[in-house]
């Protein structure tokens, strides 16, 4: 158990659809990551916030959107959802001084 | 353009043997690696890491090695058990932002 948790673990929807991972890092880190993972492929870093703030960005489609919120939770907002969007979404939380990132168990996205 | 690569998506090694996992990577600026196992229907599972400026750690049955001047780095796991069969992938990054990842090596260790 990484210490992260991802809900929900399933997720079924259609075409055109909006819907919302969820993310809370482990204790203490300040630090949260998205990835996809599409088909047998590696991971594709989306998104980093950190303290509540974007602090990067890497191959994420303008219908996706993420926040941070005072509690360290952070939220994965996908919009006019296509079947191209179904995938593993990942979120991953590093400590500061460390460059180890720890994943959630995930959430799988199926679009019909 | 892949900056970290896994050439082989697979690998077969019979238990009790050492199983050696293959990376290579292209930006120079990259200055910490690590490598990570998943099962099925789960995240990832950090298992070693290294920095730029080792070219070795040992974690148990687990080694990786570096070598800057080849772009390269390797996973040993000696001696392979079976609960070791996953996909594993090597990761690299540089001032602690994203994880830039390759595309996985399947392993099996069969008895």
């Known amino acids: 158990d990484s210490g992260v948790t991802q809900t929900p673990k399933h997720l079924i929807t259609a075409t055109g659809q909006r819907v919302t991972l969820r993310c809370s890092p482990r204790?203490?880190?300040?630090?949260v990551y998205w990835y996809q993972q599409s088909l047998d492929q590696g991971l594709q870093f989306l998104i980093q916030y950190y303290n509540g703030e974007e602090r990067a960005k890497g191959n994420i489609l303008e219908r996706f959107s993420a926040q941070q919120f005072p509690d360290l939770h952070s939220e994965l907002n996908l919009s006019s959802l296509e079947l191209g969007d179904s995938a593993l979404y990942f979120c991953?939380?590093?400590?500061?001084?460390?460059?180890?990132?720890?994943f959630g168990p995930g959430t799988r996205l199926t679009v019909l | 353009d892949q900056q970290v690569k896994q050439n082989s998506p697979s690998l077969s090694v019979q238990e009790g043997r050492i199983s050696i996992l293959n990376c290579d990577y292209t930006n120079s600026m990259f200055d910490y690696f690590l490598w990570y196992k998943k099962y099925p229907a789960e995240g990832p599972t950090f298992l070693i890491s290294i920095s730029s400026i080792k070219d070795k750690n040992e974690d148990g049955r687990f080694t990786v090695f570096l070598n800057k001047s080849a772009k390269h780095l390797s996973l040993h796991i000696v001696p392979s058990q079976p609960g070791d069969s996953a996909v594993y992938f090597c990761a690299a990054n540089y001032n602690t932002d994203k994880l830039i990842f390759g595309t996985g090596t399947r392993l099996q260790v069969f008895p």
């Open positions: 204790s203490g880190d300040l630090s």
């Open positions: 991953a939380s590093r400590s500061s001084g460390t460059d180890t990132q720890y």
